[in-house]
């Protein structure tokens, strides 16, 4: 019997589903091998058995059959963290999945460049990124982010793990828009705190000679008073520590866009800059912008905002005061990365401003602030705060580079490049990944035993991230509607203030009269609906100071008469006695 043309097709169409399958079984076959292998080379320590891990792997497998031979691109920035990821766990997940993930790492700017360039043109660029939690207000007006709350329960479902357990992130409110949903999964996390040098101030030399002169203990600075009188202490009483220059400060001056980054990381909210409220302050933020339901409303003090406040200026006056008197001459002229080698090279005592990113090239065996038994002769601890600064405000910064999908992204390269970013941030690989590049994104990870052990040779990282203080650490929030944008106009304003062009007040109003003005421009574009700026009218200072005053709440706040009560400090090894030995109760 002669075979119709729709016998033919249907039996092609049997013939390549059968071949499909078979090959779909192989691939799987393979992977699971392969997920074998890694498990037990690789992926150790986890907080998943081995048994737990292959299972959470076979997951992955099925996921990924249908983007089998598909070739994703996704992109980072690069530090310690998302090195590991793309020369170790983008392969791993290739070997394990078969989809061809390229992972590219670039410079944090160029991030920011690109994925402006993907939301304006629509062109897609890179199928996910690793971008700043920093992004939260511009991906949630400008509607070209996918709100991974619907992306979860909606189109990719079908490739959202059921091990996941996103209430296991620790970043997740940083991800958090005003509508409750969260936009970004956190890939990794490290805060910016206060470092010194534990050696030298269980010195009872140093102690004494101290006391003596302060009235108080040496120890962790409480507040910005107890800094400055350390910096004080260490730059010209005690001037040589075993016959080497010491200096009681570290920083950097370079105006460039590392420049801005030392600023909007959160400075001026340990000075008391801004509202009370976690993670950012409602309804000034550390930006100084005020925000009136979800709509940024101003930023000059003159529009109710804060960025050119008293607090703002006095925190621009400490850093520049500071870094002139007690860091080593040659910071000014430093940028971030220049900077950032300098304590690890043992004559900084202190120094107020430090990323826990840093920890890793800070434990190496052979540097001078590294005993011979491999435990650190530094510690960190929590930042010290300003005069301005109330009980309940943010005291720092914390950088969550988060993984974000966007909508010019063509859904099937979107889902597979989701299985990557649940891949490298699943239970099998976070334990490793932590123990690599020390930026912690789950609580069952900071609890693992295995940092438990490691703590002693990581001064005080475990520590902290442990502690109940973690929460006060967090980055940029919701009021700023148009991070590249505005992030832009600090390095420029506050460089002038650093070079001497401008007093600390006028580089304030320069910036906050500047960050208005992008305000406003969005406003009139009308680009970011009913959630974008709205200005209000320019009046006066005074009468913003007695709005908040009548209100109840802080910022704007009046210029202190005295900047600098009395210094607070807290012993260190009494300090880390007080926080809890075991995780939190799961809600």
Not at 33 to 44: K, L
Not at 210 to 230: H, M, Q, R, T
Not at 244 to 265: I, N, Q
Not at 359 to 372: C, I, R, S
């Amino acid at each position: 019997m002669k075979l119709t043309q729709s016998h033919r097709h249907f039996k092609l169409f049997i013939s390549t589903s059968v071949l499909a399958m078979a090959l779909g079984s192989s691939a799987a076959l393979a992977g699971m091998e392969e997920a074998r292998r890694w498990i037990d080379s690789e992926f150790q320590p986890s907080t998943l058995s081995k048994d737990e891990q292959l299972k959470e792997m076979e997951w992955f497998v099925n996921a990924a059959k249908p983007f089998v031979g598909q070739e994703i691109n996704v992109v980072s920035e690069t530090i310690t963290t998302h090195e590991y990821e793309a020369k170790t766990l983008a392969k791993a997940f290739s070997e394990i999945t078969g989809i061809k993930l390229t992972h590219d790492l670039i410079q944090e700017g160029d991030v920011v460049e690109k994925i402006q360039t993907q939301m304006q043109s629509g062109r897609n660029i890179y199928d996910a990124w690793v971008n700043d939690s920093d992004l939260i207000g511009t991906h949630f007006r400008y509607k070209q982010a996918i709100p991974l709350d619907d992306w979860m329960a909606g189109e990719g479902k079908d490739v959202t793990s059921p091990t996941l357990d996103v209430a296991d992130f620790i970043g997740k409110s940083f991800t958090t828009a005003p509508d409750g949903k969260m936009y970004q999964l956190p890939d990794q996390q490290f805060a910016n705190v206060y470092w010194f040098r534990y050696d030298w101030f269980q010195r009872p030399e140093f102690k004494e000679k101290f006391k003596a002169k302060y009235g108080y203990d040496l120890g962790v600075p409480v507040n910005w008073s107890a800094y400055e009188d350390i910096a004080e202490f260490f730059t010209n009483d005690v001037k040589e520590v075993d016959g080497v220059k010491v200096y009681g400060h570290m920083d950097y001056g370079k105006k460039d866009p590392s420049l801005g980054w030392r600023f909007t990381d959160a400075w001026l909210s340990m000075a008391g800059n801004g509202d009370k409220g976690i993670p950012n302050g409602l309804p000034v933020d550390e930006w100084g912008i005020r925000m009136e339901g979800c709509r940024p409303v101003g930023s000059s003090i003159e529009r109710g905002g804060d960025t050119n406040g008293p607090a703002a200026v006095y925190a621009i006056a400490k850093y520049l005061e500071w870094m002139k008197k007690y860091a080593p001459p040659q910071a000014a002229g430093m940028n971030f990365s220049e900077s950032g080698p300098v304590p690890a090279q043992g004559n900084i005592a202190q120094q107020i401003f430090w990323y826990t990113a840093f920890t890793a090239d800070m434990v190496k065996p052979g540097l001078p602030v590294v005993n011979a038994d491999g435990t650190p002769k530094w510690r960190m601890a929590p930042s010290p705060h300003g005069s301005y600064w109330k009980d309940g405000m943010k005291l720092g910064y914390q950088d969550a580079g988060s993984w974000t999908l966007l909508k010019s992204t063509p859904v099937e390269r979107r889902k597979a490049a989701w299985l990557y970013a649940q891949f490298v941030t699943s239970k099998t690989v976070s334990l490793k990944k932590s123990h690599v590049g020390l930026t912690f994104i789950r609580e069952s990870d900071i609890w693992d035993k295995s940092f438990t052990e490691r703590a002693p040779k990581l001064g005080g990282l475990v520590e902290f991230y442990r502690s109940p203080a973690r929460v006060q650490w967090t980055p940029t929030g919701n009021n700023v509607p148009d991070y590249p944008k505005l992030a832009q106009l600090w390095w420029q304003n506050i460089g002038d203030a650093a070079s001497g062009a401008k007093t600390p007040q006028e580089a304030m109003t320069s910036l906050a009269n500047a960050q208005d003005e992008v305000l406003g421009r969005l406003e009139r574009a009308n680009v970011q609906g009913e959630c974008g700026p709205k200005l209000n009218p320019k009046t006066s200072a005074e009468e913003w100071f007695k709005k908040a005053e009548t209100a109840g709440t802080i910022a704007p706040q009046r210029k202190l008469a005295n900047e600098k009560p009395k210094g607070e400090t807290v012993d260190y090894d009494t300090l880390i006695k007080s926080w809890p030995a075991s995780p939190p109760k799961r809600s």
